[in-house]
Antibody, heavy 125, light 110 residues
């Protein structure tokens, strides 16, 4: 059974930093790209970032580019999101999500077949 | 960036009725790379449809997706009580990857 468990969400002041983690199990983690998706309270979904299966390629939404860094440790089956220069508008539930297409498959990924339950980040003074 | 606009914002129907949800893109979605998700209160989203019309694993066949180019539709043929939720469309056709979601359609019990 695929499981994604996020952690690290807390209340942080504007301008502060935070590192989110996602522990993955139930699948061959290093075969798949992984994503972070967020949802502000009472709002819709916003894709944040993507990292390739080997960590060699990363992509970001314009709203977080230059402030957030996605990374992974395949030896620990873990995904991370380093968040710097946090703003009030970064307040959201942050989901870790799995890409459906393994790297050796020519099919298109960049959608999400499994999601964690999310970790809440609140940016407030 | 491709902007997705979902309509209606809220859809009020009764169990047993047919639901038709629309997702319109600001420009053509490459190769019909469009997905649909269902989200219930307090839960993570669940993948329903990918590639515009392929059902994800375990999704009942009352859910179907159609469309291409800029116009896509999610149809629920006969609503069950557990289908009342918020539905989001998402495109993944951009290169380099720039995933975007629609704003959601709330499907509520009439």
């Amino acid at each position: 059974e695929v499981q994604l468990v996020e952690s690290g969400g807390v209340v942080v002041q504007p301008g502060g930093s935070l590192r989110l983690s996602c522990a993955a199990s139930g699948f061959t983690f290093d075969d798949y790209a992984m994503h972070w998706v967020r949802q502000a309270p009472g709002k819709g979904l916003e894709w944040v970032s993507l990292i390739s299966w080997d960590g060699g390629s990363t992509y970001y939404a314009d709203s977080v580019k230059g402030r957030f860094t996605i990374s992974r440790d395949n030896s620990k089956n873990s995904l991370y999101l380093q968040m710097n220069s946090l703003r009030a508008e970064d307040t959201a539930l942050y989901y870790c999500a799995k890409d459906p297409t393994p790297y050796y498959d020519s099919g298109r990924g960049y959608y999400f077949d499994y999601w964690g339950q999310g970790t809440l980040v609140t940016v407030s003074s | 960036e491709i902007v997705l606009t979902q309509s209606p914002g809220t859809l009020s129907l009764s169990p047993g009725e047919r639901a038709t949800l629309s997702c319109r893109a600001s420009q053509s979605v490459s190769s019909s790379y469009l997905a649909w998700y269902q989200q219930k209160p307090g839960q993570a989203p669940r993948l329903l449809i990918y590639g515009a019309s392929s059902r994800a694993t375990g999704i009942p066949d009352r859910f179907s997706g159609s469309g291409s180019g800029t116009d896509f539709t999610l149809t629920i043929s006969r609503l069950e009580p557990e289908d009342f939720a918020v539905y989001y469309c998402q495109q993944y056709g951009s290169s380099p990857p720039k995933v975007t979601f629609g704003q959601g359609t709330r499907l509520e019990i009439k």
